[in-house]
Nanobody, 119 residues
């Protein structure tokens, strides 16, 4: 099992910044993808950003240029630096861990952290 502990969420005014952190522990595979998804009330969960253990990144179009995902493999931790926040960014943000192994895949989620951006 992999446990994901998120931190850094909170309330911020539009134009402000927040930095989310997610630390993974447990049965960690060195080759993996970690990232962030978000879900607003009444809406579908969507990808925000993700990063592979090799450093390749992917962002939702809505956050490109504003958010930056990074990771520290030694600490098994992924970060999401969120700048120029907009009210539309308000959601519960979930950390994700994924690893594809020869005999199965592993997909784990954090408990979520609330990000609220006021106008």
């Amino acid at each position: 099992q992999v446990q994901l502990v998120e931190s850094g969420g909170g309330l911020v005014q539009a134009g402000g910044s927040l930095r989310l952190s997610c630390a993974a522990s447990g049965s960690i595979f060195s080759i993996n993808t970690m990232g962030w998804y978000r879900q607003a009330p009444g809406k579908q969960r969507e990808l925000v950003a993700r990063i592979t253990s090799g450093g390749s990144t992917n962002y939702a179009d809505s956050v490109k240029g504003r958010f930056t995902v990074s990771r520290d493999n030694a600490k098994n931790t992924v970060y999401l630096q969120m700048n120029s926040l907009k009210p539309e960014d308000t959601a519960v943000y979930y950390c994700n861990f994924f690893s594809n192994q020869p005999f199965g895949s592993y997909n784990y989620w954090g408990q979520g952290t609330q990000v609220t951006v006021s106008s």
